[in-house]
């Protein structure tokens, strides 16, 4: 399962940025995996970690490389209300509780009740949907690092008049924290219902953002984080990501 990137920027860039750029890697384990002679350019194994790659060539790590980038876990849980993402409160419920060899779905190691799984991308306590924990740093840099372009979706219900001037303002016109948010893509599906459609996530944003115009979010759920969809997972139910969806989500 080799990973192959192509350079489509207008100037030559050092291999250990554009691996980190890309996602493919930290700087860190690129410096080690071009020492390994683990990376090609072009086909050309290259060892010189002070190689640059010209815009229109491509890199690709050999299949070596690739699974040990791969060795993190990453796994994916429908999170009902009522349980917390991180790191909780003594009264609270973290989310790493569903982690049961009962709510697995399909294959995968029940992870260790001490293991480090933290959550990559938020979702609050009484919101559910789709949910990533997470120990592999690659995964954790596309997905809410600052260069992640992955928009994140959401089905929501509120109470409240839904005016054409209050979904502008949703769209794009709101503050938060004496900051304007990037723009939103914010639909109607039904009387009550609204899709978000967002490329940030600041705290209890959408939560926030309806309160603003006197609407009350009394259902959030998140349904796809990139190319990830909640699909049919039910419930309080987990399965580890595959080598696709992880190739898809850090490309």
């Known amino acids: 399962m080799s990973l192959s990137r192509t350079h ?20 860190r384990e690129a410096d080690a995996l071009i020492a390994e002679g683990q990376v ?12 640059k790659i010209a815009p229109g060539q491509t890199l690709t790590l050999s ?51 001490n293991a480090s799984l933290p959550p990559i991308g938020r979702l609050d306590e009484d919101s559910r949907g789709l949910l990533l924990l997470s120990s592999d740093g690659v995964v954790a840099k596309a997905v809410i690092g600052p260069e992640s372009n992955l928009d994140k979706e959401y089905l929501v219900r509120v109470n409240g008049d ?3 001037n209050k979904l502008k303002l949703l769209r794009y016109g709101l503050r938060l924290d004496g900051r304007q948010l ?11 219902r609204l899709k978000f459609i967002l490329r940030e996530g600041r705290n209890r944003q959408i ?40 190739a898809a989500l850090i490309g």
């Open 8 to 27: 489509d920027g207008s100037e030559p860039v050092r291999l250990n940025k554009f691996m980190g750029q890309a996602g493919l890697s930290s700087r």
């Open 40 to 51: 090609s350019i072009d086909g050309e194994v290259v060892t010189d970690a002070g190689r």
């Open 63 to 113: 299949d070596q490389a690739a699974k040990a980038l791969a060795a993190g876990v990453t796994l994916m849980i429908h999170k009902p209300v009522g349980y917390v993402s991180g790191q909780p409160e003594p009264d609270k419920i973290p989310a790493v509780r569903l982690l049961t060899l009962q709510n697995r779905i399909g294959e995968g190691e029940v992870p260790a009740p």
């Open 162 to 164: 839904i005016t054409e």
């Open 182 to 192: 990037k723009p939103a893509r914010v639909s109607r599906m039904e009387s009550f």
């Open 207 to 246: 939560r926030r953002m309806c309160e603003m115009l006197d609407l009350e979010v009394v259902d959030l759920i998140r349904i796809r984080i990139g190319p990830l969809k909640l699909d049919n997972l039910p419930e309080g139910r987990w399965r580890m990501l595959t080598a696709e969806e992880r």
